[in-house]
């Protein structure tokens, strides 16, 4: 399984785990050994590449943007992949806050987070 070669860390905002994702339905994932932390900033920072999984635009720029999110936890060398179903307003919101930290950002199509995954190894 993909999950057994990463080390993951996770943040969920329903307090349900995932791989190093920030992912809202998170339970088909769980069985993977992680270590949970409180916040997306946490995640950013322990992670090399963060992937953020968020059902609408509201709630990915929260967890991207907002107090305690990713974009506090990045910095040079570091990625944000965002697998979010949001609109381009929002993904231009995410994108310009995380470059900000001189980390990378990616917008990958919702379906298709797979790839990234495999893009970004």
Do not use: D, M
């Given at each position: 399984m993909l999950l057994s070669m990463l080390s993951s860390t996770l943040f969920e905002r329903k307090m349900r785990a995932t791989l190093c994702l920030i992912y809202e339905d998170a339970v088909v994932l769980r069985a993977a050994a992680c270590r949970y932390v409180p916040s997306p900033a946490q995640v950013a920072s322990s992670c090399d590449v963060t992937f953020a999984m968020l059902a609408d635009p509201q709630s990915a720029a929260e967890v991207a943007c907002g107090a305690g999110g990713a974009a506090?936890?990045?910095?040079?060398?570091?990625?944000?992949?965002d697998v979010s179903t949001i609109d381009g307003a929002t993904s231009k919101l995410i994108g310009?806050?995380?470059?900000?930290?001189?980390?990378?950002?990616?917008e990958v199509v919702p379906g298709h987070w797979l790839h990234a995954i495999a893009y970004v190894l």
């Open positions: 506090e936890g990045l910095a040079p060398g570091k990625g944000y992949v310009e806050r995380i470059t900000s930290t001189g980390a990378s950002f990616l």
